[in-house]
């Protein structure tokens, strides 16, 4: 069958599998909306809004191993159905979160959100490479990486327009208000996230039912196994660790640094709405897709370690000024540096997992698990601003950084200075 032919043939999968990249995108940054919401609907500290990303990321975590596992076992479309109806039952489970009016229902159905990205994104990725000729696989991932940031940018619009209000109420205001009014505030706040998550989870769901019915690739016997002993030689091969530890610190940084970029704004341009405040971390993730097109074409004349180190570089010093100058100066160092964040998640897990070869599903499936940063390093800034300040809070990231180049700088002499392919988040 000619390469053509082939392409046609998983033409469905190919479009489906690329929604599923715009989808996971939006899932992530409508938590960034939430955790501003959430603040003022429940009267959450930093360090309890922080909750939302523990709660998220803990199902990447604990889901990601499993889902290579079932992926192995089972095929591409069963992980896929799985992931997609673990998704959607998470989105409708806002309803009666919303209804009850329960912060802690709300975790719940992140948390079951987040199982279902754990299982898309375990599988998506090295599924683009199998849909079709071999020799247009790098040109299918590489469409497929474009949903993503477009994915997260949408979840931002909808947060903005759908979910956060233009009212401007600071807590004396707030205090001042009549029990009725106030009790009807907070309500208003809860609800405004119930119909956005209720639409997401039907159209997710239509996507569930489509995976259903749609021809993927046969899954190969060979690949179940030896599963368990392959999972454990992973522990054989430093770079992996070292890039796993490092994808720890990157993703804590960069969700901490997007979660906080409401508070941020809000901290450092009084009377600031968080609608307003909202186009900051709007213009961030503009900046972070404009990255990842920049980063890659630059990858092919410079080495991926010696790029990653460059942009880790930048990236610590525009945190450190948001962190020590603040203001409007620090605000726009803040949003600026995310378009030097935008290659360093890929770019470690590609240089992570390069060479393991038949350990490479397994390999990728642990760096998976690192995301677990989000939910850590996102809980230790929101401690530390209750403590001393979101804007010292941030001088986090900017250490997760250096975590970051020194990896780059101690890849960078054991690999080649050929181009990779990353594989983006």
């Known amino acids: 069958m000619s390469g053509t032919t082939a392409d046609r043939k998983y033409l469905p999968a190919i479009v489906l599998t690329v929604a599923l990249f715009f989808l996971w995108g939006m899932a992530n940054n409508l938590n960034d909306i939430l ?40 095929g591409y479309k069963t992980a896929i159905v799985t992931g997609l109806v673990l998704y959607a039952a998470g989105a409708l489970l806002f309803y009666p979160a919303a209804h009850y009016g329960e912060y802690l229902y709300f975790l719940a159905a992140l948390f079951v959100i987040a199982c279902g990205l754990a299982f898309l994104e375990t599988s998506a990725n090295p599924l ?8 247009t696989a790098a040109k299918r991932l590489n469409w497929a990486q474009a949903a993503n940031p477009v994915g997260t940018v949408f979840g931002v619009l909808i947060g903005k327009y759908f979910i956060l209000s233009e009212i401007v109420h600071d807590d004396s205001t707030v205090a001042a208000m009549p029990p009725a009014a106030r009790e009807a505030f907070y309500r208003s706040e809860v609800v405004a996230v119930q119909t956005p998550y209720l639409v997401i989870g039907l159209v997710v ?22 599963t368990p002993s392959r999972f454990v030689d992973v522990f054989r091969h430093p770079r992996l660790i070292f890039a796993t530890i490092t994808q720890f610190f990157y993703v804590g940084a960069q969700v901490g640094m997007w979660s906080y970029t409401i508070r941020y704004a809000q901290a450092n341009v009084p009377g600031m709405a968080e609608h307003d405040a909202a186009d900051y971390l709007f213009a961030s993730l503009v900046l972070f897709g404009i990255g990842r097109f920049v980063g890659t074409a630059l990858m092919g004349r410079i080495a991926p370690p010696r790029l990653l180190a460059i942009f880790a570089v930048v990236s610590a010093v525009l945190a450190g000024v948001a962190g020590l100058v603040g203001g409007q100066v620090g605000l726009y160092a803040l949003v600026l540096a995310s378009l030097f964040m935008s290659i360093q998640f890929p770019t470690i897990f590609a240089l992570g997992i390069d060479g393991l070869g038949p350990l490479r599903r397994a390999g990728a499936s642990l760096i998976i698990m690192a995301i677990i940063g989000g939910a850590v390093l996102t809980g230790l800034m929101g401690h530390i601003s209750d403590l001393a300040g979101i804007d010292t809070a941030m001088l986090v990231p900017a250490v997760c950084f250096l975590v970051v180049l020194a990896f780059a700088v101690k890849t960078g002499r054991t690999v080649s200075g050929q181009a990779i392919q990353p594989t983006i988040h």
């Not at 996507?207 to 060979?222: S, T």
């Open 205 to 226: 769901l239509l996507f569930a039912v489509a995976a259903a019915v749609i021809r993927f690739p046969e899954h190969r016997a060979e690949e179940t196994v030896g």
């Open 35 to 74: 955790i501003a919401q959430f603040k003022k609907a429940f009267t959450l500290t930093d360090f309890q809004t922080s909750f939302v990303q523990q709660a998220f990321y803990m199902g990447y975590f604990l889901l990601a191993v499993p889902a290579a596992l079932v992926t192995r076992a089972k």
């Open 128 to 135: 683009m490479t199998e849909l079709g000729d071999p020799k």
